[in-house]
């Protein structure tokens, strides 16, 4: 199975001090782009299209979840109508405001993106790489 899974990473895990209403959040939200719950334990779901790719949960360690400085969490979008999809579901959801959906060409031609801050304040990004627009990267380092 991991030969035909293109993805690098195994999945990612942030912390929430509100379980239920991040869940009811992430549920609505990652539902625009095609994701679900695939796994779930007490204090812990899992959402992907096929993998756990993204995990909530309340910290291990009882301690309050707490955001990370320099850090966000981007999810693939099919499409730039599913981008703006996340980004409308996540502000009626609760969300912050953090980069309304676009064009960013610093990212490269291709980038269209939105940027949210979730009910914990977590930074979170819908994506779509638009291949037609051109197969660049831009050389600058960019930080989102």
Known sequence: MAD?????????????NQFEKAAAF??????TLDCTRIMSHP???????LYPEFWLQIPADGKPASIGN?????????????????YAAALAAGAQD????????DYGAPYYGCF?????GH???ATYWDMALGDTLANEPHQH
């Open 4 to 16: 035909l899974n293109p993805c690098i990473l195994s999945h990612i895990s942030i912390g929430t």
């Open 70 to 86: 320099g850090y966000h969490v981007a999810f693939q979008a099919d499409s730039r109508e599913a981008v703006d999809r996340f």
């Open 43 to 49: 204090g812990a779901i899992a959402y992907g299209k």
């Open 26 to 31: 992430y549920d609505q939200v990652l539902a």
């Open 123 to 125: 930074k979170i990004e």
């Open 116 to 120: 949210v801050r979730d009910l914990d």
């Open 98 to 105: 953090d980069g309304p959906p676009g064009p960013r060409p």
